[in-house]
C-alpha cells in the first residue's frame, strides 16, 4: 500500500483476511501456508510491512473478532504468523538475512588499512567511536566539533542529523577522547583529515566536517542534502571497495557465526562493532544507549539534564582501543 490520495480509505476498508492473506502472499506465495513450508522473507521485513499498513488504518485498538473492528494489523492470527518465521529463522529455516553484520576489530583495522584517504578513515572511526550511522557522519557539521568545556583539551562532538533526534534532548554533546592505538584514534584521524584537507583542498570554506560544497548555513534543504547525498555515495563506494578488496582479510570465527556464510558486511557494520566492543568491554546497558542515542523513554528523562557527563565518558573510554 503506497502513500497515495485516498489510499487510507482504501485500506481501512480492508479486513482480517486482506491483510493476512497478502502478509501469506508476500512471505510464502500462497494464501494457506502449513508448518513445513519455508519462508521467502524475513520478519523484520513482515514487521515493517505490519507497521506501514498499519499507520494507514488510524485505529490504534486492537482488532476484535467478535464485532469484526478495528487495526487488524493487531491481531493474534498476524502475529502467529510472524512469531512462525522467526522460529523457523532461529532454526536456520528461513530467508537469508541481509542485514549487515558487526565487523570485528580486525576486520575493521583491516579496513583503515586499505584506505588510503584521511577523510573516510577519520569518517569511519568517529563513527565507531560516537556509534553512529554513515548518515550521521554525511550530515555532520564542523561547527559541532568543540573544545570540551569541562574537560580541556578534549573534544566533544554532536549528533543532530539522526533519525533518533526530534528534540535538543536527543543530541548532547559527546566526549570524544583520544586512543592509545594510534591506527584507531579520533583524535589522530580528525587532526590528520583537517590539516590535510584546509591546507589544501579549500575545506576552511565548507560548512560540513567531512564533505565539501558551497553550502551556506542559509542554505535551503534541497542543497544541503545534495552535497549530502554525494558524500554518502562516495563514502558507501570507498568502504565497498575496501570489503571487496583482495587485501581484506575476514575474520574466520565472523564466518562460522553466521553459520557458514560469509556475513554481510557495509556502513551499518561499524556501528555494530561500537555497540559489541563497547559492551564486551563492560558498558552497561544504560550507558550505552545514551552514547548510541538510543532512546529508551523513562520518567526520569523528564527530570534529569540532558547533559550527563560520565555515562558518555565511561562508554567512550571502552571504545578507546588500547
Known amino acids: 500500500f503506497q502513500a497515495e490520495d485516498g489510499i487510507r480509505d482504501s485500506v481501512a476498508s480492508r479486513g482480517l483476511g486482506d491483510v493476512y492473506k497478502r502478509q501469506c502472499l508476500r512471505c ?18 513482515l514487521q515493517y510491512w505490519k507497521k506501514a499498513c498499519s499507520y494507514f488504518f488510524g485505529d490504534h485498538a486492537g482488532w476484535d473478532n467478535r464485532s469484526r473492528s478495528g487495526n487488524p494489523t493487531k491481531s493474534k492470527k498476524l502475529n502467529d504468523l510472524i512469531d512462525g518465521v522467526i522460529k523457523q529463522e532461529i532454526r536456520g529455516l528461513g530467508s537469508d538475512s541481509k542485514a549487515d553484520q558487526a565487523f570485528t576489530m580486525s576486520e575493521f583495522k583491516c579496513i583503515l588499512n586499505i584506505i588510503d584517504w584521511p577523510k573516510h578513515r577519520a569518517m569511519m572511526i568517529l563513527q565507531f567511536h560516537l556509534i553512529a550511522r554513515m548518515d550521521d557522519m554525511c550530515h555532520m557539521k564542523k561547527i559541532v566539533l568543540k573544545d570540551s568545556g569541562e574537560f580541556p583539551g578534549y573534544l566533544t562532538g554532536r549528533v543532530r542529523w539522526s533519525k533518533n ?7 548532547p554533546e559527546q566526549i570524544l577522547l583520544p586512543s592509545m592505538d594510534p ?3 579520533v583524535h589522530l584521524s580528525l587532526a590528520l583529515w583537517l590539516e590535510e584537507w ?3 583542498k579549500g575545506g576552511g570554506m565548507s560548512i560540513w566536517l567531512f564533505n565539501t560544497g558551497v553550502a551556506t548555513h542559509q542554505s535551503n534543504l534541497d542543497d544541503l542534502e545534495e552535497e549530502v547525498e554525494s558524500a554518502k555515495k562516495q563514502y558507501s563506494g570507498v568502504l565497498k571497495s575496501a570489503i571487496e578488496s583482495p587485501f581484506f582479510e575476514r ?16 556502513s551499518h557494520s561499524i556501528r555494530k562493532l561500537g555497540a559489541t566492543f563497547a559492551r564486551r568491554a563492560g558498558a552497561t546497558k544504560d550507558d550505552l544507549d545514551y552514547r548510541g542515542r538510543w532512546k529508551c523513554k523513562r520518567m526520569q528523562d523528564h527530570y534529569v539534564d540532558m547533559q550527563l557527563t560520565w555515562p558518555d565518558v565511561n562508554t567512550a573510554a571502552k571504545l578507546c582501543n588500547g
Request: charged content about 40%; glycine content about 4%; some cysteine.
Open 165 to 171: 533526534v526530534s528534540d535538543h534532548h536527543d543530541c
Open 198 to 200: 584546509i591546507e589544501e
Open 28 to 45: 510464502y506465495e500462497k494464501l494457506n501456508p502449513s508448518q513445513s513450508d519455508r519462508p521467502l522473507l524475513r520478519s523484520s521485513s
Open 251 to 266: 575474520d574466520e570465527r565472523a564466518d562460522r557465526e553466521a553459520d557458514g556464510k560469509k556475513p554481510s558486511l557495509g
Open 183 to 185: 591506527s584507531t584514534c
